[in-house]
C-alpha cells in the first residue's frame, strides 16, 4: 500500500475533495471520500513509488479502467496516448452495431465480429506483456522531455533529497512543464511518514504538512500541467512573467495558498473561481500588469456623477456626440453609482455583523461593477445562429447595462443538461474518446467536425483538471452554454472614483440558458 | 403554443431508418431545435402538414432513447436540480450524433 504524500488540511473544512485527500492507512473505512478519488490516489501514489519521473505508462490507467467510470480519471501525459485498452470497446461498440444493423431477424448476428475483438485484445495485452520492459520508450517516443524540464526534474529531485519545500524552477526557458515531471512533488514529506504504522492523528499530523512554494517565474510556460492543481500543499506559488494565456480555473483547488503571482503574462480575464480565493483578503494575489480587459475606458477621469447630471448629459449632448461616446459616459457613471451601491449594502451587512464579532474591517474590497453580453451557444459548443440585428460579438467583452439582450427566445430558462451534453458525458465516462478522433475512426463513424471539436474537450478535461463547475449552479459539465464576463471593483475602500487598476475581469461559463445569470447590482465579496 | 394552424396537432409522429414509429406530444419534441424547424408552418417543410418526422440518419433503438430524454426534459423542466439520464454506452456515440442532429 503507498502512502499518502499529502496530508488532509486540517485548518480548512469546505474544499473542494481534491485538497481533502486524507487516505486512511492500512484500511478503507472511516473516511466519507469518494471511491474514485481514492483510487485514484491510490493509482497516483502507487505509479509514484515505482518510478517517480517517467511514471506515465498506461499500466495504471487500464488496471482503473475496469473499477471506476472514465470521468474522473487522471491521465498523465497527452490523452491521445493514453487508453489503448479501450480500442476493445470501440470494436465492441461497433459490432453491436452492426448487429444492430442487421438485426432483420431480431437476433443479434455479432458473434463473428466479437469473437475477433477478444482474439484481438488478448493478442493486444501479450503485447503489451512482452513489451513492458521498453514501454516507457516505445509508446511515447515524442515525449522525449527537453533539456530545460530533465533540469527542472533534477531540482525538483534535489529538493526532495533535502526536505526542500521551497522548489525554484525560475528562469530555466521552460517552454513546457509536464504532469510526470511535478508529480514527485507529492513525495515532498514522503520519508517523515514512513515511520508511522497507523493512520497519523491530527496533532501528529500537522507539523508535517509542508508549506510547498513553487516559483516557475520568467519561464515561457503557456500552459500549465494539470497536476500542478493536485499539489494542494502549495502555499506560494509564482508564475510571473511567463507566455500564460489564462489561469485555469482549477487554481482554486489550492486552497492553501496565501501568495499567488501571476503578473507579466498575456491574461485577458481571470478565472471566475478566483474570486473564492480573492475574498478574505487573507491572500496575497498579483495580477498585474497583464493585458486585463476593461468594462469601458476607464483612464479618463470621470466627473464625479450626481443622479441628475447623467441625466441631463444624455438630452443635452443628444447629437453632439456619437452614440458609442454617450453609451459609454452612461455606462461610466452607472458603473460608479454601482460601488456606491455595493458600498452601501456591505457596510449594513458589516455594521450587522459587528455585533457579533469584532473583526477589523478590511480595507480591500470585492465589488461588482458590471457584466458583458451573454455569449449565448448551441448544444455542441458553438455561437448561436444569431438573429439579425444583433451586433457581432466584440472580442473585447466590453460591459453593457443589458447583459440579456439577445437572449435565445423567451422559453430558454432551462436548467436541464442537453441530450448532446448527457451523450457526450457517458461516452467520456465508458469510452476512450482519443480512440474516436483518429482520423480513419472518425471517418468510419463519419463524425462531423462539430462533434469531433466535443469530443476532443471532454477528452482534454479528462486528460487534465477534469470537466469545468458551472460558475452558477456548481454541476460539472462539458460544454458551456453561455459565457460572459463581469466585471469587479477590487481596491480599497477609500478610493472615490474607479480607475483601469481597480477593476478585475471574470469570465464565467455556464452549463445551461437557465444558469445564464448575470450578478445583481451590489453584490460584493468580503 | 404557437398559433395553431390546420394540419396541427397535439401528437406528431417520428419514425426511424428501420421503420418504427413514435407518437410523442408536440411541445415534448419541439425542445429540438431541427423538429421545431421541421413542424413550423412558415417553415415550407412538408412534415408541417403531416405532423410526420422521418430521419433517415437515426435507428429504432436511438430514436426511442431520443424520445425518453423528450420525456425526461418535459417531466423535469420546471426543477433545478435534475438527476442526469443515463444510457447504455453502446449507444452513446450514435446518441450523440443524432443529438448534434436535432439540435437537442
Ligand atoms: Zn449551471
Not at chain 1, 503571482?261 to 496575497?284: A, F, H, K, T
Request: net charge negative; glycine share 6%.
Amino acid at each position: 500500500m503507498a502512502l499518502p504524500s499529502s496530508p488532509p488540511l486540517l485548518e480548512e473544512e469546505n474544499d473542494l475533495p481534491i485538497a481533502t485527500t486524507f487516505l486512511p492507512l492500512g484500511s478503507g473505512s472511516g473516511i466519507s471520500f469518494g471511491a474514485l478519488q481514492r483510487k485514484r490516489q491510490y493509482a497516483d501514489y502507487d505509479s509514484l513509488s515505482s518510478d517517480p519521473v517517467f511514471s506515465d505508462t498506461t499500466e495504471d490507467d487500464e488496471a482503473q479502467d475496469a473499477e471506476r467510470p472514465r470521468r474522473k480519471k487522471v491521465v498523465r501525459g497527452p490523452w491521445w496516448h493514453v487508453g489503448k485498452g479501450t480500442a476493445h470497446d470501440l470494436r465492441r461498440g461497433m459490432a453491436k452495431k452492426e448487429g444492430f444493423r442487421n438485426a432483420d431477424s431480431g437476433v443479434w448476428m455479432g458473434s463473428d465480429v466479437s469473437e475477433s475483438s477478444d482474439s484481438m485484445l488478448s493478442s493486444r495485452q501479450r503485447m503489451q506483456e512482452l513489451a513492458v520492459e521498453g514501454q516507457v520508450e516505445d509508446a511515447v517516443p515524442a515525449r522525449a522531455i527537453p533539456e530545460a524540464e530533465t533540469y527542472a526534474s533534477r531540482i525538483i529531485q534535489t529538493c526532495l533529497d533535502r526536505g526542500e519545500e521551497a522548489v525554484d524552477l525560475s528562469d530555466l526557458a521552460l517552454r513546457s512543464l509536464s504532469d510526470s515531471t511535478v508529480r514527485p512533488l507529492h513525495q515532498l514529506i514522503k520519508s517523515s511518514f514512513t515511520t508511522f504504522t497507523h493512520a497519523p492523528s491530527e496533532d501528529e499530523f500537522s507539523p508535517l504538512t509542508p508549506s510547498l512554494t513553487l516559483i516557475l517565474s520568467r519561464n515561457r510556460l503557456a500552459s500549465l500541467p494539470a497536476e500542478l492543481f493536485n499539489l494542494s500543499n502549495i502555499t506560494c506559488l509564482s508564475l510571473r512573467n511567463n507566455e500564460l494565456d489564462e489561469l485555469p480555473s482549477a487554481i482554486v483547488r489550492l486552497t492553501r495558498l496565501t501568495e499567488l503571482n501571476v503578473s507579466g503574462n498575456n491574461i485577458q480575464y481571470l478565472p471566475w473561481e478566483l474570486l473564492d480565493l480573492m475574498q478574505g483578503g487573507e491572500r496575497q494575489i498579483l495580477v498585474r500588469p497583464n493585458p486585463l480587459l476593461q468594462p469601458t475606458d476607464l483612464d479618463e477621469p470621470y466627473p464625479l456623477p450626481s443622479f441628475s447630471s447623467t441625466q441631463v448629459s444624455s438630452i443635452d449632448e443628444s447629437q453632439a456626440s456619437s452614440t458609442r461616446a454617450k453609451l459609454d459616459e452612461g455606462l461610466r457613471g452607472e458603473l460608479e453609482l454601482r460601488l456606491k451601491l455595493g458600498r452601501t449594502l456591505k457596510a449594513q451587512q458589516m455594521q450587522a455583523a459587528m455585533n457579533e464579532d469584532d473583526r477589523p474591517a478590511r480595507n480591500e474590497e470585492l465589488i461588482y461593477l458590471a457584466s458583458s453580453h451573454i455569449r449565448w451557444l448551441g448544444v455542441d459548443g458553438s455561437p448561436l445562429r444569431r438573429a439579425r440585428g444583433t451586433p457581432p460579438h466584440d472580442d473585447d467583452w466590453p460591459a453593457t447595462m443589458n447583459p440579456t439582450a439577445h437572449a435565445p427566445t423567451a422559453s430558454a430558462t432551462t436548467h436541464i443538461p442537453s441530450l448532446f451534453e448527457l451523450a457526450l458525458r457517458s461516452l467520456q465516462a465508458t469510452h476512450n474518446l482519443a480512440d474516436f478522433l483518429e482520423p480513419a475512426t472518425a471517418a468510419e463513424f463519419e463524425i462531423s467536425s462539430a462533434v469531433a471539436s466535443a469530443m476532443h474537450r471532454a477528452a482534454r478535461n479528462s486528460a487534465g483538471t477534469g470537466n469545468e463547475n458551472c460558475s452558477c449552479c456548481g454541476k460539472y459539465f462539458i460544454i458551456s452554454r453561455a459565457e460572459w464576463v463581469e466585471y469587479w471593483f477590487n481596491g480599497s475602500a477609500s478610493q472615490q472614483e474607479l480607475d483601469a487598476n481597480s477593476v478585475l475581469p471574470f469570465l464565467r461559463r455556464v452549463c445551461s440558458w437557465g444558469c445564464a445569470k448575470v450578478s445583481e447590482p451590489g453584490t460584493f465579496r468580503c | 403554443m404557437r398559433d395553431v394552424k390546420a394540419g396541427s396537432s397535439e401528437y406528431i409522429t417520428l419514425v426511424s431508418n428501420d421503420g418504427f414509429e413514435f407518437k410523442i406530444q408536440r411541445s415534448s419534441a419541439c425542445i429540438s431545435g431541427m423538429i421545431k424547424r421541421m413542424l413550423d408552418p412558415n417553415g415550407g417543410f412538408s412534415e408541417s402538414t403531416t405532423n410526420v418526422c422521418k430521419f433517415s440518419e437515426i435507428n429504432g433503438i436511438v430514436l426511442e432513447k431520443v424520445c425518453e430524454y423528450f420525456y425526461y426534459n418535459e417531466k423535469h423542466k420546471d426543477s433545478r436540480d435534475v438527476p442526469d439520464m443515463d444510457f447504455p454506452p453502446e449507444l452513446c456515440l450514435e446518441l450523440l450524433m443524432a443529438a448534434d442532429f436535432l439540435d437537442t
